[in-house]
């Protein structure tokens, strides 16, 4: 897990994380276009990370984070945009990235946020003692981290898979965006609270039989969501 890829088109700010990212400890792949960023990927089986730069010279960022969770849902995604535009954030999101930075960045707001999503990806040693959680039509299995439904598997992201053993352990209680964000992403998270609403959106997509009319995550609004099955 200590393996990134960062991929930016700009040389200079690529030294800059790249530098950053080595003090703290992380081995860095580079890459200057989304192509090359694939071809890495096919070379580094065991990156854990990816840093997504949007703007690129071949095809944006959004395009390269759909193709690898095409085939790779447990890798890590992290945006870098220098767009500020909540479209863009809403968007990188559900093409399935598991959080954002806005440029221009620190490098302990950067390590910061890679050092938490890492964590986020790793096993718990409770979890590898735990076996399955079953709720309705749905069976998690903690060991493998993985979900099915109705005996089929869906395919999630790692942080989709922890927002959903979240719910399945509080059936039937509301859990405040506060209480989702702290237990998901972590209390020393930064980032925004609308991360949440954009990752519910993202999972109801691949577990609910109508997105547009939710039975098992429902909005309680005005305070967040609560799991009915």
Known sequence: MKKILVLEDEANIRSFVVI????????????????????????????????LDIMLPDMDGFEVCRRIRAGNSKIGIIMLTAR???????????????????KPFSPAELTARVDALVRRLGVDDDEKSST?????PFLLNTRNRTLEKNGERVKLTQLEYSIMKLFMENRGKALAREEILDAVWGKGYFGELKIVDVNVRRLRLKIEDDAQEPKYISTVWGFGYKWNV
């Open 132 to 136: 399955e959680i079953s709720s309705g």
């Open 20 to 51: 950053n990212l080595n003090r703290a400890g992380y081995e860095t792949i580079e890459a200057g276009s989304g192509e090359e960023a694939l071809e890495q990927l096919r070379l580094n089986p065991d990156v854990g990370v990816a840093l």
């Open 84 to 102: 500020t535009q909540e479209m863009d954030k809403v968007t990188g999101l559900m093409t399935g990235a598991d959080d954002y930075v806005t």
